[in-house]
T-cell receptor, first 113, second 113 residues
């Protein structure tokens, strides 16, 4: 059983399109996150949710909108995709907010053409 | 804000030798320091962590040491094996505002058989 699963694993799309990445965790964790990893492997937090409530919104353009329908799911919707959005997006979860282990998904590689 | 620096950026070692990666941090109030390993095509995975009330922690072939005065911590891998080849990220907790982690930029470790 995959602890943190995200779909799709690969996404290729044109500039200007809207796309979504879904994430689900079956660990019973209260906190979920989205991270962006650029081509230089730098990991940058985008959002964190605790029990469906937005905790961190780290200067991300408002074209990115996270949605947490329940504490086991955190989806990421991106409007009007730009070339610079190409990256690997990782979903993660933790039992407590940043005071313990982060469990990452396998990543969703987004390529904007 | 918290600044976490990792060096070297790339490290090549012969199989069986030891590898050491160092990280420095700037926030003297940081109290949690995890290390994550990211294999190709996968999400980062916690391999070891240390809290500020401990100077050293060991788990089989890996160990982490923390020097709070100098604000640096190191990952030590002994008897390296080809499966240790990966990108390693250090992180430090940020004490102000919402609790979060600041990640270093990652080290590519290559173990040469």
């Amino acid at each position: 059983d995959t602890a943190v699963s995200q779909t799709p694993k690969y996404l290729v799309t044109q500039m200007g399109n809207d796309k979504s990445i879904k994430c689900e965790q079956n660990l019973g964790h209260d906190t979920m996150y989205w991270y962006k990893q650029d081509s230089k492997k730098f990991l940058k937090i985008m959002f964190s949710y605790n029990n469906k409530e937005l905790i961190i919104n780290e200067t991300v353009p408002n074209r990115f909108s996270p949605k947490s329908p329940d504490k086991a799911h955190l989806n990421l919707h991106i409007n009007s995709l730009e070339l610079g959005d190409s990256a690997v997006y990782f979903c993660a979860s933790s039992r407590l907010e940043f005071t313990g282990e982060l469990f990452f998904g396998e990543g969703s590689r987004l390529t904007v053409l | 804000g918290e600044n976490v620096e990792q060096h070297p950026s790339t490290l090549s070692v012969q199989e069986g030798d030891s590898a050491v990666i160092k990280c420095t941090y700037s926030d003297s109030a940081s109290n949690y320091f995890p290390w994550y390993k990211q294999e190709l095509g996968k999400g980062p995975q916690l391999i070891i962590d240390i809290r500020s009330n401990v100077g050293e922690k060991k788990d089989q072939r890996i160990a982490v040491t923390l020097n709070k005065t100098a604000k640096h911590f190191s990952l030590h891998i002994t008897e390296t094996q080809p499966e240790d080849s990966a990108v390693y990220f250090c992180a430090a907790s940020i004490s102000y505002g919402n609790n979060r982690l600041a990640f270093g930029k990652g080290n590519q470790v290559v173990v040469i058989p």
